[in-house]
């Protein structure tokens, strides 16, 4: 089994539809989860940190569920500009090993 | 503004060249990372630093080196011996402490000529 396992998708859907993914991790040591955002050909930008009680930001919410490894992403409402890659990332803590799912392609159709 | 500077953005390696890869911070961020990115596949650990003058191997560090002389730099140097060295690139930083995420700069694409 893959430490972090994402479906690369792609997920098409069109503008104002509530998309979510999900990201599921073997270690259930793992302390720290986060989502990234990568636009094509560019480098990967933070999204959002996920902590246990769940959290929100805008449009984004983000969950933790340590009992079934999982961390999922929900986008309501969703506009053009939120096509990109979403990439979980979950690690150890500090410095010890970070890992990268391979991304969810997200493609918003007008 | 604060960031993380990688150069060049694109690159083109010749056989049996090395080349060498900037990365440099000026966020006062401790460790730092370099990362390689392929198609399809996620991002992979070359090499990474927690303090000045100390580096560890990653997942893939065969074929590359680095060195941490300053706190703000953390060169990568892809070899020769590293016969499938086609990628991106990806440089990273951190502070030290527990649960906080890695900041990247915007990469370089290394290509065989």
């Known amino acids: 089994r893959k430490e972090v396992e994402q479906d690369p998708g792609p997920f098409n859907v069109p503008e104002g539809a509530t998309v979510a993914f999900n990201c599921t991790y073997s270690?259930?040591?793992?302390?720290?989860f986060f989502w990234y955002r990568q636009d094509c050909r560019k480098e990967p930008k933070l999204l959002m940190s996920?902590?246990?009680s769940g959290n929100e930001d805008g449009r984004f919410t983000a969950q933790l569920n340590r009992a079934s490894q999982y961390i999922s992403l929900l986008i309501r409402d969703s506009k053009l500009s939120d096509s990109a890659t979403y990439l979980c990332?979950?690690?150890?803590?500090?410095?010890?090993?970070?890992?990268f799912g391979i991304g969810t392609k997200l493609q918003v159709i007008p | 503004d604060g960031g993380i500077t990688q150069s060049p953005k694109y690159l083109f390696r010749k056989e049996g060249q090395n080349v060498t890869l900037s990365c440099e911070q000026n966020?006062?961020?401790?460790?730092m990372y370099w990362y390689r990115q392929d198609p399809g596949q996620g991002l992979r650990l070359i090499y990474y630093?927690?303090?000045?003058?100390?580096?560890q191997k990653g997942d893939i560090a065969e074929g590359y080196s680095v060195s941490r002389e300053k706190k703000e730099s953390f060169p990568l140097t892809v070899t020769s011996a590293q016969k499938n060295p086609t990628a991106f690139y990806l440089c990273?930083?951190?502070?030290?402490?527990?649960?906080?995420?890695?900041?990247f700069g915007d990469g370089t694409r290394l290509s065989i000529l």
């Open positions: 990273a930083s951190s502070v030290q402490e527990t649960n906080q995420p890695q900041h």
């Open positions: 270690n259930s040591a793992s302390q720290s």
């Open positions: 996920v902590y246990s």
């Open positions: 990332v979950v690690s150890l803590g500090g410095y010890q090993k970070v890992t």
């Open positions: 966020l006062n961020h401790d460790a």
């Open positions: 630093s927690q303090i000045v003058n100390d580096f």
